[in-house]
């Protein structure tokens, strides 16, 4: 890779925000999962909505959405979307919830970005909502973990 195949950065190196202001609107999607694994009696809690912080997927469902808007704000280089569209799926195994975003919006960048910001914050919703379950008796978290957060579509359609 040479330093004229770097989108983002300007001629000496600096950091700067790709121009899409010449590019064409299309019709853009990105789904992006994830997973934290937990003890299996901490996801049964979270099955039966047994936790003293409340109900976990819904509150985390909040803050994947939240996140999915605002990613513009804390990922320097994104250019604010305008987002459609945002659906989010949890599914709920014997030692791990895994969260999948996806997302839709209409203009001239991807959304990929949001969707990774939708799975991240809303697995760390879940761990605030469930840390009293999982800390051990020195108040660490040995089973506990996020993993496997990857990108799994991107579509990109003209209008």
């Not at 299996?40 to 979270?46: F, N």
């Amino acid at each position: 890779m040479t330093d004229d195949d770097l989108t983002h950065t300007d001629e000496e190196g600096r950091a700067e925000m790709v121009d899409v202001g010449a590019k064409a609107d299309s019709e853009r999607r990105a789904v992006a999962r994830g997973r934290i694994r937990l003890q299996p009696s901490t996801v049964e809690a979270v099955r039966a909505n047994d936790l003293g912080k409340g109900d976990v997927l819904a509150t985390a469902r909040v803050g994947a959405i939240q996140a999915v808007k605002h990613t513009w704000e804390t990922v320097p280089m994104c250019h604010q979307i305008p987002v459609t569209n945002v659906e989010t799926e949890f599914d709920v195994g014997d030692d791990r919830i895994d969260l999948t975003v996806a997302v839709e919006t209409t203009g001239k960048t991807g959304c990929e970005m949001e969707a990774l910001e939708g799975v991240t914050t809303g697995l760390n919703v879940v761990w605030d909502m469930v840390k009293a379950a999982e800390k051990d008796p020195d108040g660490d978290y040995p089973a506990t973990r996020i993993d496997g957060v990857e990108v799994v579509e991107k579509t990109k359609r003209p209008l």
